[in-house]
Every structure is written in structure tokens, then in C-alpha cells.
């Protein structure tokens, strides 16, 4: 068990990301455990796992980008990724304008700032 320590901005966090394989180095490349960060990220992360104090990321990002950050984490291709999000897409708004879903869950899908459904018909 490790600690990083240093300043807001010094790069912390950026750096327990790229050792797990989260972000791409722009140049060179580094190992963890004998893995290859860019290649072998899964068994890095099979292996290690972070807890960073404040990640902020869900809040951050619309639903379509928090599905499109795991499919990344998760090495899914582009093309499927997206066959992925938009089936989904269409099988959640089915849902929504089903019998089983009461008005609060569409008033407030229908509310939300988040172009999630943009571009989605039924």
C-alpha cells in the first residue's frame, strides 16, 4: 500500500491514472507489476486497485460519456461501444414510456439537462 502526496495540480492523480492504464501516455511508456500500461491494462487492474480522495468523475460527465469511459477502460471497440450505448439507449426509453414506469421517472427524464436521449427515437 502506497500514498501519493503533493499540491492540487502537481499531478497525482494523472499519474495513478496512466499507471493503471485509464489515460494514454502522450510519450514514452511504463510497467506496473511487469505489465505494459498501454497493452496490459486489464491485468494491471485485475491486480491494483485506487482510491482517489475526490474524483469528481460521475458528476462530471453526462450518462452517454460515463458509458463511453468504462467501454474505453474496458478495451470495447468503438463500433461496439456505440451499438452498445444506443441499444441501450432504446431499451431505457422503452422502459420509460412503459407501463411500469410512473410520471415522476418521465417528468424527470423529460427535465434533465442531458442529451443522453438526443438524436433517439423509438
Known amino acids: 500500500m ?6 492540487n495540480g502537481s499531478g497525482k492523480t494523472t499519474t495513478i491514472r496512466l499507471l493503471l492504464g485509464l489515460l494514454e501516455p502522450s510519450q514514452g511508456r511504463s510497467e506496473v507489476l511487469g505489465y505494459g ?42 463500433s461496439d ?14 422502459f420509460i414510456h412503459s407501463p411500469f414506469s410512473g410520471p415522476d421517472v418521465t417528468r424527470d427524464v423529460e427535465n434533465k439537462d442531458d442529451d443522453f436521449f438526443s438524436g433517439v427515437e423509438l
Request: proline share 2%; with cysteine; hydrophobic share 35%.
Open 2 to 7: 502506497f500514498g501519493f502526496l503533493g499540491p
Open 37 to 78: 500500461t498501454s497493452t496490459q491494462s486489464d491485468q494491471i487492474r485485475q491486480k491494483c486497485g485506487a482510491i482517489l480522495e475526490h474524483h469528481g468523475l460521475y458528476e462530471r460527465l453526462s450518462a452517454e460519456d460515463n458509458l463511453e469511459f468504462y467501454g474505453r477502460v474496458w478495451h470495447i471497440s468503438a
Open 81 to 94: 461501444r456505440q451499438a452498445r450505448i444506443t441499444d441501450f439507449q432504446h431499451r431505457l426509453l422503452r
